[in-house]
């Protein structure tokens, strides 16, 4: 029912001509995704116009960024808008990822602020949540997950259902080798399904993916994509070798079959 989706979130890695070379790799692998599986490659904003020409050439993988900004244009030395991205070909951003919150003092507000704005200006958005290892000791991951969405779908309206993925990432699974168990994943998203279905209908929030975003690698990529819930993967450190990305792929693939 729910196509994959394994997404590439390269952070501040790959400029112009290592971009070019990483999709040319991809290109050399496949030209077009398989049925089942969709594919999202969200390089830094300086590669997204080099990342755009070479995608032409692979069928079925999209062009995201990794964050906007909720406002047209103005005085925001940095920062890019949903209308420069939309000039550029992305179909995606990310938002609320955990780094931005952490480093960059990204509230909940902040990220309501540019789901709004994504979507109005038509972009399909993966909002980031998750919790710390100390939230998780505490017993408090659930609440503190069920919060961030709840906040960063405020005033969303239904018929915008269909441009949202949530990415739960377990932060202190994010580049630290350490990863959920598949029993923990499903846990989450299971409950994270379940929030989706109080703020849009049952119907609506059984179509909505729920990627897994900590430290999803080739040989753990099948057991947590056998998970009923968890839709695909937001692949940092794999997403940036053309072989471990598309291996990702083939395992989706395989078990979309």
């Avoid at 790959?14 to 999709?23: D, F, K, P, W």
């Avoid at 109080?198 to 993916?209: D, H, P, T, Y």
Wanted: with cysteine.
């Amino acid at each position: 029912m729910r196509n994959f989706l394994i997404a590439g979130n390269w952070k501040m890695n790959c400029g112009i001509s290592a971009t070019t070379e990483l999709l040319n790799g991809i290109k050399e692998i496949t030209t077009s995704l398989p049925k089942g599986v969709d594919g999202l490659v969200c390089p830094p904003s300086i590669s997204l116009h080099a990342a755009a020409n070479v995608l032409q050439g692979i069928e079925g993988l999209s062009l995201g960024a990794q964050n906007v900004h909720f406002e047209d244009n103005g005085a925001y030395t940095g920062e890019i808008s949903t209308q420069m991205l939309n000039e550029i070909g992305c179909e995606y951003v990310i938002l609320g990822h955990s780094e931005r919150r952490e480093y960059f003092g990204e509230t909940d507000k902040i990220v309501n602020a540019k789901v709004l704005k994504s979507l109005d200006d038509d972009l399909k958005i993966v909002i980031c949540v998750g919790e710390s290892l100390k939230e998780r000791k505490a017993d408090e991951h659930k609440l503190r997950v069920r919060k961030q969405i709840q906040a960063a779908l405020t005033a969303v309206e239904e018929k915008d259902a269909a441009k949202v993925v949530i990415a739960y990432e377990p932060i202190w699974a994010i580049g630290t080798g350490e990863t959920a168990t598949p029993d923990q994943a499903q846990e989450m998203h299971k409950m994270i399904r379940s929030v989706l279905e109080g703020v849009f209908s049952q119907k609506k929030a059984e179509k909505i993916r729920i990627l897994y975003g900590g430290s999803m690698k080739p040989h753990n990529a099948e057991e947590l994509l056998q998970q009923p819930d968890v839709d695909g993967g937001l692949i940092g450190g794999a997403s940036l070798k053309a072989d471990s990305f598309t291996e990702i792929i083939d395992i989706a693939d395989q078990l979309s079959s």
